[in-house]
């Protein structure tokens, strides 16, 4: 079956510009987490999202970060008035569970902020 | 505090060699656990292996095997006959469940690039 699909695969934009991600989980999947993985860097947490509701919102860097999730598959993760930090590949992975053993990663989108 | 320490950026092996990738880990829980993830070129993870905190048994995966030495906090990677299509990044990770959540996330080490030389 079909894996984790991310669009766009590349963004690049300019900084104070806002951008959307969008994360197409795995069908069934209920849990769905956004890591951020900067230059040279492992995964970064971000948010987590089980069902609709997102219970661990800790990793979000500033309130400029928002992600939402609908009908309990796409989830979109917004960065409002992008700054060059800001700059890194963007990862969506799924689980059926929420257990971490399950997470299937997408391929991500690379985020360019000039 | 780094709660994944993966102490070697690089690391080039020859073909058909052993290769072990080191993992150090910090936590409190007594309930956690260990994965390894390769990324390669293309950018996706891909899950290699994990070792439960109460896993009696070193866990193995094919070619892969987890050293998991819990007194001194480590968990290593041992890829055995190394193959030129292991060269990518490799990641450890460490599975925590923060209380009054149902959640687990993941917090991951800065990785180890592996390349195997021919």
């Known amino acids: 079956g079909a894996g984790v699909s991310q669009s766009p695969s590349n963004k690049v934009t300019e900084k104070g510009k806002d951008v959307e991600l969008r994360c197409d989980p795995i069908?069934?999947?209920?849990?769905l987490y956004w890591y951020r993985q900067s230059l040279g860097q492992g995964l970064e947490f971000l948010i987590y999202f089980q069902g609709n509701s997102a219970p661990d919102k800790s990793g979000l860097p500033s309130d400029r970060f928002s992600a939402e999730r609908t009908g309990g598959s796409v989830s979109t993760l917004t960065i409002q008035r992008t700054q060059q930090e800001d700059s890194a590949v963007y990862l969506c992975?799924?689980?059926?569970?929420?257990?971490?053993?399950?997470?299937?990663f997408g391929p991500g989108t690379r985020l360019t902020v000039t | 505090a780094q709660k994944i320490t993966q102490t070697q950026p690089g690391m080039f092996v020859q073909e058909k060699e052993a290769v072990t990738l080191d993992c150090t880990y910090d936590?409190?829980?007594?309930?956690?656990?260990l994965f390894w993830y390769k990324q390669p070129s293309s950018g996706e993870m891909i899950f290699l292996i994990y070792?439960?905190?109460?896993?009696?048994q070193n866990a193995t995966e094919g070619r892969y095997s987890l050293n998991f030495q819990k007194a001194r906090k480590s968990a290593n990677l041992v890829i055995s006959a190394s193959q030129l299509g292991d060269s990518a990044m490799y990641f450890c990770?460490?599975?925590?469940?923060?209380?009054?959540?149902?959640?687990?996330?993941?917090?991951f080490g800065t990785g180890t690039r592996l390349t195997i030389i021919p």
């Open positions: 992975a799924s689980s059926p569970t929420g257990t971490a053993y399950e997470q299937y």
């Open positions: 070792q439960g905190s109460y896993d009696q």
């Open positions: 990770a460490m599975r925590e469940k923060p209380s009054g959540f149902g959640n687990e996330k993941l917090t």
């Open positions: 069908s069934g999947h209920t849990a």
């Open positions: 936590t409190s829980d007594p309930s956690y656990g």
